[in-house]
């Protein structure tokens, strides 16, 4: 007989870094300031103004960082104890991507389909 309540729980996830909890923060402003914009063009903006920002007030934003981040350990040391190392899942489909991804540009299509046809040379 199987336990349905010993389902494995995701793992904990990792704390935003310093910039990510800033721009949280205002994205919203930001956005309601610029409209129009793309997400790409507002970001850019936030990314201007948190490097303007004053030296304490980007201290409070790593401060929050380390504080999540220490957080995130305990969880994650508590996770690994009762299920294991976390599996990199993301590193995962970024290679299995990579081997099925097809040649984007022309130089690399000229390249490839010069191969086959000196290989077909060689039958």
Known sequence: MTDNNTKKEAPPKRPQCAFFIYKQEVYQQVKDANPGKKMTDITKIISEQYKQLPKDKIDQYEQKYKDSKAIF???????????????NERKKKKDDAKA??????????????EEDESSEDDD
């Open 73 to 87: 350990e305990k969880e994650k040391k508590t996770y690994e104890d009762k299920y294991g190392k976390i599996k």
């Open 100 to 113: 099925t991804k097809k040649p984007q540009n022309k130089k690399q299509k000229k390249q490839e389909s």
